[in-house]
């Protein structure tokens, strides 16, 4: 029905790992690794004639590549292996892989080779794996601008060289891999910030190994798996009030759209009633485009609501202020955006209020307004995204999006997942006003908070890809136009989650 979720495991974890099993493993981990590397290259190779190029640096990683380039050539392939470091230097398994290679008939060169009349089959990067510690440059750095420039496929082993594996960050010179060969879990910086540019299509190979039993903090990569037991079918006995009244708050001069678009979401992802208080008092008193929706003046918000919204196109003024304070005091499922972050990085008493909130608060700041909240520039976000969103999560004990490339979901107790969905046509005015709306309609429909907001941000970027599919966009995408696609994907996962094995009387449970 829906693929199951990956684990994501930073390079710590990934270290404990390999320091619990390689002294047990039979055959190695590396062997594995390379083993599992060369079956991915075979699939790449299908109706590709020609030589293979591997490139291998002087760890671990060109340890992989040896094994690779033995299996490729025991397999009958034309192997050329290109070797940065010497023999007697390698760590004790690389070095038993370059023996096992050479045993097989190997040979390397010590520099890259010309290119062939034929051209290269593939291109293989195992320079350097996830430990990279400092920026590539000079020789290696020109080895990766050669590869780079290959018109052929080029699969990475682990992580493309030069991509930093816990943050996404580009470190020198950095291979841009088409495919990307990845082994026991996924590594957060394949996900996130600029990996997505630069590993291509992933496989992951656990290497017969369960990440999570044996590593202390993994994360997840977000699929519908993770919320479908929430994607229940409605009954046909049922009425609005079953599904909650939502609301948004926000919308002052000039920006009452902000407040229209998330109200918009909200509406067409299901929930009963919303609601929009507009702070602009030349705001219309209805949405022609959706009458469904009922317009309110800010301060006039019923009381009684199932979740609340506030902060698209909230401004930043005095009554801004005192409607957040206010919002921050009832006692129902809450969601902070845009502005409303920025009037709560600027006041310690807002500040304090929100962290001492009983009831549900979730937070979807991008890479500045996480920045504002945690008293940093923007860059210092950036350096380390996972890190960041769980800082947020754990100082204001709550649920945070730090939106972006590779979206990092984090939760106060110290979950975290990586969103893969979306795409850069999504870089437009009022998306995250409608991501807000899609997340605060399923927390009026009684989601608990970390799957409302891992359903909504996975939702949103499904959204446009589908679109995207369809010849809408990416370039010149609206938010607008996400809205009712969004419906239609979920709506998908209803069907799919519905017809899926085993649902029968526990699906309506």
């Known amino acids: 029905m829906f693929a199951p979720a990956q684990p994501i495991c930073p390079v710590a974890g990934i270290r404990a790992i390999e320091k619990t099993l390689i002294p047990s493993a039979r055959p190695s981990l590396m062997e594995r690794a390379g083993r599992a590397a060369a079956e991915d290259a075979v699939r790449l190779l299908i109706d590709r004639p020609g030589p293979v190029l591997v490139a291998c640096g002087p760890g671990n990683n060109g340890g992989d590549g040896f094994v690779m380039a033995r299996q490729l050539l025991q397999a009958g392939r034309e192997v050329t292996v290109a070797f940065a470091g010497t023999a007697d230097a390698l760590p004790p398994d690389a070095a038993k892989a370059y023996a096992d290679f050479v045993a097989a008939g190997g040979t390397w060169i010590p520099e890259l080779p010309p290119v062939p009349a034929r051209g290269w089959a593939l291109v293989v990067d195992a ?28 699969m990475a082993l682990d992580i493309p060289s030069g991509l930093d594996a816990d943050a996404g960050r580009l470190m020198g010179e950095t291979f841009r891999a088409t495919h990307t060969t990845t082994f026991i ?3 957060p910086g394949l996900l996130t910030l600029d990996g997505p540019d630069h590993c291509g299509e992933i496989s992951l190979q656990r290497l017969e190994i369960d990440a999570p039993s044996w590593a202390p903090d993994v994360g997840w990569e977000i699929t519908p798996s993770l919320f479908a037991k929430q994607l229940q079918p409605r009954p046909r006995n049922t009425h609005k009030g079953r599904y909650g009244d939502a609301a948004v708050l926000g919308g002052d001069s000039g920006m009452a759209g902000a407040a229209l678009l998330a109200g918009r979401a909200a509406l067409w992802l299901g929930a009963g009633r919303v609601y929009c208080g507009l702070l602009d008092p030349a705001a219309p008193s209805v949405d022609v485009l959706r009458p469904e929706l009922m317009l309110r003046r800010a301060e006039a918000l019923p009381e009684a609501l199932s979740a609340l919204a506030v902060g698209p196109g909230l401004g930043r003024s005095g009554a801004a202020a005192d409607l957040v304070a206010q919002a921050i005091e009832r006692d129902i499922p809450l969601l902070i955006d845009a502005d409303g972050l920025n009037l709560v990085a600027e006041s310690a008493e807002l500040e304090g209020r929100l962290v001492k909130r009983t009831a549900p608060t979730l937070l979807t700041p991008h890479p500045a307004e996480a920045g504002r909240l945690l008293d940093c520039d923007t860059a210092e976000v950036q350096q380390d995204r996972v890190a960041s969103a769980r800082e947020l999560a754990r100082r204001y004990r709550a649920t945070v999006v730090l939106k972006g490339c590779g979206s990092i979901i984090a939760t106060a107790d110290g979950r975290w997942y990586i969103n893969g ?64 696609a969004a419906r239609g994907v979920f709506n998908g996962w209803l069907v799919a989650r519905s017809r899926s094995p085993g649902w029968g009387a526990a699906g309506l449970s």
């Open 127 to 154: 320079l350097f794996g996830i430990g990279l510690g400092r920026p590539v440059t000079g020789r290696l750095a020109a080895w990766i601008q050669t590869l780079n420039a290959q018109c052929a496929p080029r």
């Open 185 to 187: 879990a996924l590594k």
């Open 421 to 484: 969905t979306g795409h850069p046509g999504m870089a437009t005015a009022g998306m995250g006003d409608v991501l807000s709306g899609l997340v605060v309609s399923l927390l009026a429909q009684g989601w608990p908070p970390t799957d409302a907001m891992i359903a909504g941000v996975h939702l949103h970027g499904a959204a446009a890809d589908r679109l995207a599919r369809e010849g809408v966009g990416p370039v010149g995408l609206g938010a607008g136009e996400v809205v009712e």
